[in-house]
């Protein structure tokens, strides 16, 4: 839309366009443009309007909040409005915010002898969802209503009901005989996450953000649906009241949380507007590590009798105001698509853009991951995108803004040929193994063919190789790591071993002393644990977790080099893929002569042993027949078929009438079963399988670990949260993991304990709700203690 400089024809565009957008944002879930873009168009909107008041009209974006309710619902009219906020943007426009507060209240203004009078302030971060409105009536939730346009919502009762950390009758006593709170719903970071994974395994579509996700949960017609996603309630406030409350803000907060409401953990009295200011920059810097999404920090004048003084604006309240996060969302241009190759060949496409800042970084590359993601947002060269930096988060191209598309636009293809080596580019399958057999798909990840013969291959390997968490060869930087491979010095990670002084001081950069450092400390990573070694290797899919997990369940490399992609899957959180990349890893001629080279060349792994206590027997013949996928065996019968025959030859042999006399087992069981083992292939294989069990240890019949042997932590799951005082939480969760405890980033009802210092957040509100066990640092070191362990 062309702009005018007519400020009527101008206010009525910006009308239009901001009309649109409200529309898309609030009733489609579907925005075109991210919100620094939207308060951009707002702000000209009110100031166009300030200088011509005389055409302001009663339904202009700027006198209402937002848009109408959804005709599926129920229409709820708010009896006391639920309007939005203004924004301060930066540190002035809050200070201007309290001048005006002050002024508002007639409070002694400052002069040269001091700052007069200050104002207490409420502050608690601003979620990044829906607003809502939950009514009780003598303690019961009677009502839940989005808040719509502020004036009227949409009946959402059955959805709110389904959230978990919403009470449906109040805790305590005391509270009003009606009570209305207002609050966010919201979906975590992680608990996006998790949503996500479950949309793309049901091949449904991604959320865009959590803000998204939360919004279209609470708009299902079927509560059932919203009742499956992970949504949370934080109230922040109230509305209609019939009895007595607290005389502030932040009592009736802790009211409502007495009364089984959950409330901001970061709830803070401040008084003035520089504790304001403190407070927006300590959130902002702590912003990436919280569990949610936030957009900014909330202020509110914390006594009520100055809040009914202050009054309300048409749309906004003057007690209040949003402190916003410079934008975490930007509208920019794609210039250009280029192809980037990693260590493990995977062919990545990056996006070049058209710089911009987004939360104070000029951004000018955005990650795309991969060309299904390419496809899935209908990229093409030339497009307007939107493009969102969270944190230290590489950006990412989160939409395209379609109805801007040029003319020009070009389509994103893959490279045939490797834009480093030259080599073909080639798109992965995917072998998807079940009872029917295998079925082979195209995968998302293409890949350069070239191996280690690919110069970035080559290089991303040794990088990742010699990195802190693996073999952890200080010294061993990038571009040092570049000038070896492009001098022809390093073919492999094992070459490293053979480096000389008077290779190293002939490179670029290098002298005597820096040339006998890194030697040095070559030599002292030659005895990595075992865990850092297969970690180190670059194992597809194989993070230090998992690298951890084998080392610790299989205790040697012989073991996890060997180990059948059919036996890994008994090892927790190993699934069928991860086993077969692990499998194939070995079984390749170039990666097993590399890993014969870093032997032979003095690489001496540590903390090699049997295999763990827990693993002992850990397959029960039962399991062992399910997993086998034969057709019509389901657990059930598997228990049948093992109770009756006791042995994988005794069933292997059975004969017809042996098979009937297993109870309740179907005929078309017994016919696929018979046919199963009939096969000579499949009977090779399985028999294969039943000996590494019991060569590792872990079959049937194998000894059991007496009672008290192994790690004392085992089968546990333990979560650190706060700052620790006596060691670094890495070291903390070392020691857990060497008493064999698994350590979580986050909290579940499967949680053992949480450790929490100083400083713990939501982690510490979520196993207060679960009932986990939480720890102080002290029981952690007089645990660790009992084991030997001192810090």
């Known amino acids: ?66 848009g109408a309710a959804l005709s599926a619902f129920a229409e709820v009219r708010h009896e006391v409005p639920m309007l939005s906020l203004g924004n ?94 207002r609050g966010e719903v919201f979906i975590s970071k992680a608990g996006f996450e998790a949503l996500n994974a479950r949309q793309r395994e049901s091949g449904g579509k991604p959320f865009a953000n959590p803000r ?28 209609r009241v019939e009895g007595d409350l607290a005389d502030s803000q932040t009592a009736i907060l802790e009211q409502l949380r007495g009364w089984g409401l959950a409330i901001s953990r970061e709830l803070k009295l401040a008084r003035g507007v520089e504790q304001c200011l403190a407070y927006y920059r300590d959130i902002g810097e702590r912003r990436a590590g919280l569990d949610y999404e936030i957009d900014g920090v909330v202020f509110k004048v914390n006594r009520l009798a100055y809040q009914r003084e202050l009054g309300f604006r048409a749309r906004e309240p003057r007690w209040a105001i949003a402190h916003k996060f410079p934008a975490m969302e930007e509208l920019t241009e794609l210039l250009d698509v280029e192809f980037q190759v990693g260590r493990t060949g995977a062919v990545t496409p990056v996006a070049r853009l058209k710089p911009v800042r987004v939360a104070g970084v000029t951004v000018s590359n955005a990650t795309l991951h991969n060309m299904d993601e390419v496809a899935r947002l209908g990229l093409m060269i030339g497009d307007s995108v939107i493009i969102r930096r969270a944190g230290d988060v590489i950006p990412q191209v989160m939409q395209v803004v379609a109805e801007r598309r040029p003319a020009d636009a070009r389509p994103v293809l893959i490279p045939e040929h490797c834009p480093v080596c030259g080599s073909a580019v080639e798109r992965t399958q995917l072998v998807k193994r079940g009872k029917g057999g295998q079925s082979i798909s195209e995968g ?50 094992a070459d490293l071993y053979l480096l000389a002084y008077e290779q190293l001081i002939s490179l670029d950069g290098f002298a005597e002393l820096s040339s006998k450092n890194l030697l040095t400390a070559i030599q002292a990573s030659k005895t990595p644990t075992l865990a850092r070694f297969i970690y180190a290797l670059g194992i597809p899919d194989v993070g230090e977790e998992t690298a951890k ?77 399910e997993r086998l996928n034969i057709p019509h065996i389901a657990k059930t019968g598997a228990e049948r078929l093992a109770s009756r025959f006791g042995s994988l030859d005794q069933l292997m042999q059975a004969e017809w009438l042996e098979l009937k006399q297993v109870e309740r087992l179907t005929e078309k069981a017994q016919q696929s079963l018979r046919a199963f083992f009939r096969d000579a292939g499949r009977r ?39 700052t620790l005082e006596t060691f670094s939480r890495d070291v903390a969760k070392a020691h857990l993991e060497s008493l064999g405890a698994k350590v979580a980033g986050s909290v579940s009802a499967k949680t053992h304990c949480v450790v929490a210092g100083p400083g713990a957040g939501s982690k510490l509100g979520k196993a207060e709700q679960l009932g986990v066990t939480v720890w102080s640092e002290q029981q952690l070191l007089e645990l660790l203690a009992s084991h030997g362990i001192q810090p």
């Open 444 to 493: 998302s990840v293409y890949r350069c063919v070239g191996r280690l013969t690919c110069q970035a291959q080559l290089k991303q390997s040794i990088i990742h190789f010699v990195s802190r968490r693996a073999m952890d060869i200080d010294g061993l930087g990038e571009k040092i790591v570049e000038q070896l491979v492009d001098a022809g010095l390093v073919s492999s990670p």
């Open 1 to 66: 839309m062309t702009e005018t400089a007519d400020p009527a024809q101008r206010i009525q565009q910006l009308r239009e366009q901001l009309n649109t957008h409200n529309h898309r944002y609030y009733v489609l879930d579907q925005p075109s443009i991210p919100d620094a873009e939207y308060d951009r168009l707002f702000n000209q909107l009110k100031a166009l309007e300030a200088d011509n008041p005389h055409l302001i009209t009663p339904d202009s974006p700027t006198q209402r909040v937002g």
């Open 684 to 722: 090779q294989q399985v028999q294969a399988i039943e000996a590494q069990l019991r060569a590792f240890g872990m079959h049937w019949d194998s000894p059991r670990a007496q009672a008290g042997e192994g790690q004392p932590l085992a089968g546990q799951t333990w979560v650190l949260t706060g």
């Open 212 to 239: 998204n996700a939360a919004a279209g949960s609470l708009r299902q017609l079927d509560p059932k649906i919203t009742a499956s996603r992970p949504l949370e309630f934080c109230c922040y406030g109230i509305g």
């Open 88 to 181: 301060a943007f930066e540190e002035d426009d809050l200070r201007a915010f309290d001048r005006r507060v002050r002024e508002g209240l007639d409070l002694p203004g400052g002069d040269l002898f001091g700052g007069g009078a200050e104002v207490d302030y409420c502050c608690e971060p601003k979620l990044d969802g829906l607003a809502v409105s939950l009514l009780y009536e003598q303690g019961q939730l009677v009502r839940g209503a989005t808040r719509g346009d502020g004036s009227t919502g949409e009946d959402i009762s059955a959805n709110v009901r389904t959230i978990r950390n919403v009470p449906l009758k109040l805790c305590g006593e005391g509270w009003p005989a009606v009570l209305e709170v």
């Open 549 to 625: 997990l084998l080392a610790r369940a299989l205790g040697s490399l012989q073991r996890i080099s060997q180990a059948l992609p059919e036996v890994l899957i008994y090892l927790p959180d190993v699934g069928l893929e991860v086993a077969h990349e692990i499998h194939s890893f070995f079984a390749d001629q170039h990666n097993r002569t590399v890993i014969a080279q870093l032997l032979e060349r003095g690489v001496s792994l540590q903390e090699q042993g049997d295999i763990a206590a827990e693993f002992a027997a850990c397959v029960t013949l039962a399991e062992f027949l």
